[in-house]
């Protein structure tokens, strides 16, 4: 089992940067691949970057190549997500998420979810 809680949320001009992190406890919390997802009001939960175990390899949607980064740091079992150049449709409620594997996309193979984290971006 997994728990998870992600911090670094807020409001944010267009333009600007946040950084995300999600601390995770349990016994196995660094040996998973990790995610980050988002969700806008009235839409659905999408994908937004993976990492996986040690941190060599990542993924992330096309709508935010280049302008986020996603990290680990598995001594401290945080992965971080460093967002720069936001922009108003980047505004949702974040939510960190872990499996067992890294490579997939789909909300439905993250068994394990944090509460979220809202971030706003003004035009």
């Known amino acids: 089992q997994v728990q998870m809680v992600e911090s670094g949320g807020g409001l944010v001009q267009a333009g600007g940067s946040l950084r995300l992190s999600c601390a995770a406890s349990?016994?196995?919390?660094?040996?998973?691949?990790r995610g980050w997802f988002r969700q806008a009001p009235g839409k659905e939960r999408e994908f937004v970057a993976a990492?996986?175990?040690?941190?060599?390899?990542?993924d992330y949607a096309d709508s935010v190549k280049g302008r986020f980064t996603i990290s680990r740091d598995n001594a401290k079992n945080t992965v971080y997500l460093q967002m720069n150049r936001l922009k108003p449709e980047d505004t949702a409620v974040y939510y960190c998420?872990?499996?067992?594997?890294?490579?997939?996309?789909?909300?439905?193979?993250?068994?394990?979810w944090g509460p979220g984290t809202q971030v706003t971006v003004s035009s």
């Open positions: 998420a872990a499996r067992n594997a890294f490579g997939s996309r789909a909300v439905y193979d993250y068994p394990f």
């Open positions: 990492i996986n175990w040690s941190g060599d390899s990542t």
């Open positions: 349990g016994r196995t919390g660094s040996s998973y691949a």
